[in-house]
């Protein structure tokens, strides 16, 4: 709830001012069991310091997190409950590559995991679990698998280890930063397909970031958007992609390779922002005030510079921040 996340940046002398990062600004979303949530925005617009918030990688400078309604407050918090925290909580990263140890073996990378949060008792019983992982993310003969090095396997499977080794401490939570934007085009599908067996089998609260804002209306019941560290938009993803509301989600469509208009029941969607919004994410150093599109917005009026506009709901769970929806007096 009302997450901000500001870095210090580097100062320029001894006597300037220190800056701040504006990564995150004021952000609340909630993600449930058995279900996937896709975060989408460009590069640079706060996704992955939102991931990286909720697998408490680091604090928020401000707001709360809460984990089945406890409050998870790091000032206070005993070692064991973030621990416990951290263990139900699983980040997969974008990059296979990166994120496996190429001195160790497949076997090493899922055992540590198992040995950490759960009993086992013999090598027989850690053998069956370290099988059952692997064709759990469908690597098989698991057999044929355990014993490579990261090197002897594709991008694909790397990735589908880094799964497992997710899976290993039984998490509740799935945090998938652009989990297949790395890998080879025709393996992506796979992927996804097997993040959301494993959502579904697994009843996991799944989030799945991309930029990608077509993949989200496959893959994920709910989409939200953001916008330089702010959300602009959420719902059900049919809503938000099919009659997309917030001027910077018109856009994201109009210029996703893949978009959902190529659909005939989209003949409602509002026209599309023209090209000319199209630019770059301004800086989190120092971003516009208000509404941080405004720079962009072909609607944008006086009134969007001052302040960041309230949320505001269109119905069936669909809701949108931006003042030309806006019908509070006070936003006039
Ligand atoms: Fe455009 Fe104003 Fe809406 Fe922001 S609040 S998207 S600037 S109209
Ligand atoms: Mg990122």
């Not at 652009?178 to 393996?187: A, G, K, Q």
């Not at 990608?212 to 059900?236: H, N």
């Not at 800086?283 to 009134?303: E, K």
Request: charged content about 25%.
């Amino acid at each position: 709830s009302n997450i901000r996340k500001y870095f210090s940046g580097r100062q320029a002398n001894l006597f300037s001012k220190p800056t701040f990062v504006h990564a995150v600004e004021d952000v609340s979303l909630a993600l449930y069991p058995g279900k996937a949530t896709a975060l989408v925005g460009e590069s640079g617009s706060g996704k992955s310091t939102i991931a990286r918030l909720l697998a408490r990688m680091y604090d928020p400078t401000q707001g709360e997190l809460r984990f089945r309604g406890q409050a998870i407050n790091l000032k206070k918090r005993r070692a064991s409950v973030l621990r416990e925290y951290r263990r139900h909580v699983q980040l997969i990263f974008q990059d296979p590559f990166s994120s496996l140890n190429p001195v160790h073996t497949i076997r090493h990378h899922l055992a540590g995991p198992l040995h950490v949060y759960r009993r086992i008792r013999t090598r027989a019983e850690e053998e069956e679990m370290l099988l059952a992982l692997l064709r759990r993310v469908n690597l098989e003969p698991a057999e044929q698998f355990i014993d490579k090095y990261p090197h002897q396997l594709s991008g694909g499977q790397r990735q589908r280890i880094a799964i497992a080794r997710a899976l290993a401490v039984q998490p509740e939570v799935l945090l998938a930063d652009e989990p297949v934007s790395m890998l080879d085009v025709s393996i992506r599908l796979d992927i996804l397909n097997l993040l959301l067996s494993l959502k579904d089998e697994e009843r996991l609260a799944l989030l799945f970031i991309t930029h990608d804002i077509a993949s989200a209306r496959y893959f994920a019941e709910e989409t939200l958007v953001m916008y330089a560290g702010q959300l602009v938009e959420g719902g059900p993803s049919d809503a938000v992609i099919q009659q997309p509301k917030h001027p910077y989600t018109q856009l994201l469509i109009s210029a996703a390779p893949n978009p959902a208009r190529s659909n005939p029941d989209t003949e409602a969607t509002p026209a599309p922002v023209e090209l000319a919004a199209r630019g770059e994410i301004p800086s989190l150093l120092n971003p516009p005030s208000g509404c941080r599109f405004h720079t962009r917005c072909p609607h944008a009026m006086p009134i969007c510079k001052e302040r960041f506009p309230g949320r505001t709901d269109l119905g069936d769970g669909h809701w949108t921040n931006c003042f030309l929806y806006s019908d509070r007096t006070e936003d006039k």
